[in-house]
């Protein structure tokens, strides 16, 4: 246990030297100020487009354009690309170390296979954690900054939920806690895919490539599709927007993240058991 | 002889449908004119609102907030968050009645609600304006108004039900349901940035289907004609 916390922050450390780790960083930051300041610019007009048929029969009073709906369209627009930034960092965990040739080295210290597999895992969930609160300090934070408090209209394409201003936040937290918890899944996803080769690019464009298909199956209205939607873990990384339904479908919440946390478990016991065999040969 | 008694006979007839007709009309517009009469003793009056929301596609929690009116025709709904309010303030009707040379008034019939016989009036405007029909259920006994129907080209049919309680004397109501025509609310996905959703073969098929959407809103705490200052109602302050 001692060796895992010293070995954790070394971790943690080796993936703040790459350049890449500060990709998804600077696209968060640059999609978030954008959608802010065009929200800013001209959010009242894409709003009236969005309420014109109930506009015709009602007068909609108080702030609609407020921090929370910034965040919340936000968060539906980035949590789909996020676990490409994510996939781009632990993809490369154990791989990175073998394309360098570190991994022999990094062997022979006097830490057992599992420790080191378990560091690498705890620093790609530290950087995905920290990913998640950039967002959440960009998004919310910047939100509540340039656009003020207010309630919530939760934008469906056939429905509008309107949640109260004191009503919010947990919500926020809670999806938050979500997200983390599906990009988890991709981080741990991408460091088993890690584990069987020796070149980086190999399990990060897998782990793309996976996450874009699952996606595409769960967009496209097909009955047939329709059936293999449950067994994909990209279906359940979207459960974060049913804490913004009233009322909350907890059932529906506690399913999909345990499913969440059962493709993490699965994920890892996979890297494990083939890492903590692995034969380093060169 | 005999011409003379067919001419007759008609035009009595004539004379006595139109003397008819006309005595109802007044009739009508002594209906109203009490209405308008009793309502006038109320010159402004705060109250305490508590709104409930029936809206298809809207899922809306009920929200408490205050409510302002001053004659003629000011009124103000003020609350923390996002309402749905009707787009004609409450009192459009009984404004637009007080000039009884406006309107003309038919009588059409009775009809009991909630235990109270009404006066049915249909009120047709006499220029052409957003009000196409309008139809009142008076009762006669209290001079207020049970329920109204209006028909306008802007917003289709908006029916109010008036229930009083301890304001009848102003003629204020502690509850006013609004039921109003709704269009379904529906935008393309990307637009809502709803991408993962699914949409119900049902309600994929629905688009511009109307509805009817209910705003009920309760009164209490009336404080009428306190001489209310016109800056309650400027929309830009809070």
Known sequence: MKALFQMTPIELFKITTKPRSYIGFLAITVIVLLIEFAFYIDGKTYLQFIMQTLEQSFTIQGNILNGNLICFIILQMLIVQMPLMVALVTGDLISGEAAGGTIRLLLTKPVSHANILMAKYLAGSIYTFLLILWLGVLALGGGYLVFGHGDLMVLKSEELVILRDGDILWRFLGAFVIAFLSLNVIATFSLMLSCFTDNSIGPIITSMSVIILFTIIGTIDIPFFDQLKPFLFTTHMIIWRNLFDNPLPKSQIITSITVLVGHIILFLSIAFYHFTRKDIQN | ?238
Request: proline share 4%; no cysteine; net charge positive.
């Open chain 2, 1 to 238: 002889m005999l011409l003379q008694s067919t001419v007759r006979k008609p035009l009595v007839l004539l004379l006595f449908v139109l003397f008819y007709s006309t005595t109802y009309a007044q009739t009508a517009k002594q209906i109203i004119a009490a209405v308008t009469k009793k309502f006038g003793l109320v010159n402004d009056y705060s109250a305490v609102i508590n709104m409930q929301f029936d809206i298809p596609s809207v899922n809306l929690q009920k929200i408490d907030g205050k409510v302002f009116y001053k004659k003629p025709n000011k009124f103000r709904i003020k609350t923390q968050g996002i309402v749905f309010l009707p787009k004609q303030n409450p009192y459009f009707a009984i404004t637009a009645l007080s000039d009884s040379n406006s309107y003309t008034a038919i009588l059409s019939g009775e009809e009991k609600i909630n235990n109270s016989t009404t006066t049915i009036i249909n009120v047709i405007p006499n220029s052409e304006g957003d009000l196409i029909l309008g139809k009142f259920w008076i009762d006669k006994k209290n001079a207020v108004v049970l329920k109204s129907q209006w028909t306008t080209k802007s917003n289709g049919t908006i029916q109010i039900e008036n229930f009083f309680g301890t304001n009848m004397a102003y003629a204020l109501p502690d509850k006013m349901l609004f039921t109003v025509d709704v269009t379904k609310f529906k935008v393309p996905k990307a637009v809502a940035v709803d991408i993962n959703s699914k949409s119900s073969p049902k309600s994929s098929n629905a688009s511009g289907v109307k509805g009817t959407g209910k705003i009920t809103l309760n009164f209490s705490q009336y404080t009428v004609n306190k001489k209310l200052p016109d800056a309650v109602f400027d929309e830009t302050k809070n």
